[in-house]
């Protein structure tokens, strides 16, 4: 038995009921999902309080915020993925499609439930280098053994969901030096040193 009050038996039953199933989204999805993320964030803040998830459980949103700021850290260039709101993000996503719960659900489990095969702690009691050594085993698909495969399906996915949550976000378009979506007083035209740049002239 381990401290964290879960055998080896235990664990491998988690594991092996985790299902191999993505979780997916459209891109009206997504942005639905951050436009009431940042509302939620903002609302919060106005009250002095911290946002309250409506679907993880206390330990499933701490774990998500562990996971998701090791995929999108803070840089010189921008705050990380938990600055951009992406935990409240996937939150909404997940009250605004019941039919992805279950995926995201048992894909923290079975993180959960695979660290603790690994070093006896789940992954938020693991060390840094422990969390990482674990995501080294799930992170590259072509790389990864067989019997790790959920492990695979769910982390990908939650990847690539963490990229869809910073990048609809407003922390995420300034990252990106986005210009979409600005209102142009006065269209000039291409500017001369883009189509130069082109290698065309302006017609």
Not at 81 to 97: L, R, S
């Amino acid at each position: 038995m381990s401290d964290t009050g879960m055998t080896r038996r235990e664990a491998l039953a988690a594991l092996a009921a985790a299902p191999l199933v993505a979780l997916t989204w459209t891109s009206v999805e997504a942005e639905q999902a951050s436009l009431r993320a940042a509302a939620a964030r903002k609302a919060a803040a106005a009250a002095g309080e911290a946002y309250q998830p409506q679907f993880f459980t206390a330990h499933e949103w701490e774990t998500v915020r562990v996971l998701v700021d090791m995929i999108i850290p803070a840089d010189e260039r921008s705050g990380s993925a938990t600055d951009a709101g992406v935990p409240e993000f996937m939150d909404f996503i997940m009250i605004d499609m019941p039919e992805r719960q279950e995926a995201m659900r048992k894909g923290l489990a079975w993180l959960d439930a695979h660290c603790r095969l690994r070093h006896g702690k789940d992954f938020l009691s693991a060390s840094d280098a422990e969390r990482r050594a674990v995501l080294d085993e799930i992170a590259w698909p072509r790389r990864a053994r067989p019997e790790v495969a959920e492990g695979v399906a769910f982390f990908n996915s939650f990847r690539d969901l963490t990229a869809t949550g910073f990048f609809t976000s407003k922390m995420g378009m300034e990252d990106l030096r986005y210009m979409g979506n600005t209102y142009v007083a006065e269209w000039t035209g291409c500017p001369p040193e883009a189509l130069a740049k082109l290698g065309v002239g302006e017609t």
